[in-house]
């Protein structure tokens, strides 16, 4: 009996070792050591069109993230939105997240608010840039500082304050990167809405099996046939 659970856990081993690692993302507000970190992430700077109601958004790199009601589209500048007020002078769109999203201005209310974004497959780095924006009306938004938190769906979580201001500087960013199995982030504010734009990501490497697996795979084989050889010979030990 002895010998043959021996023999079962080299093998499981041996399968465990051929497998990839999760590995656990790290978080940050620190822009230039984020795209030092990935310098082969994909930038997408349109989300659609301007004045539409978006639910979800193609990625330069490929697949989508969409969230969980639509959201609307605006452009840099338009609706108080001006280039001299997003961080490096972003000028592309920005999806503004209200917790009603059945309304272009509707308001976001004073309760806490949450957004939460699902990717189609896994994301290895990701980073955006987020400004807090209070209700929306025509003609302008109101502009603020206030506790941003970023959770994602592996557990990890920073929270960092975000401003929007009527200076060059606005949007802060937020990333992570090296994590593996992260499909989908959160954002939450104590209240208002939030407007997120620029996203950058690399998407997680599928799961191939490697050399290492063929390896695995022989010596488990290799075991299996010891083991039934030494069953016919020691048929009372079995």
Known sequence: MKTRCQILLAAAVLLSGSQGSWAAATLTNDRAAWTAANPQAQVTNGFG????AKQTVTLSG????????????FAVPFDGWASDRWLGGYAGSVWQLWSTGSNQFGSGGASPQSFTFNFSAPMKAFSFLIAP????VPGGLTFYTAPVKLMLSTGEALTANATSQMTQGSGTFFGWSGGSGVTSFTVSQPFGGLGIARFAGVAEPVAVPGPEMGTGASAVGALLLSFLAWRRRNPARA
């Open 49 to 52: 069109a301007i004045g539409s």
């Open 62 to 73: 490929g697949g989508t993230v969409s969230s969980n009601i639509p959201r609307w589209i």
């Open 133 to 136: 924006i209070s209700q929306g």
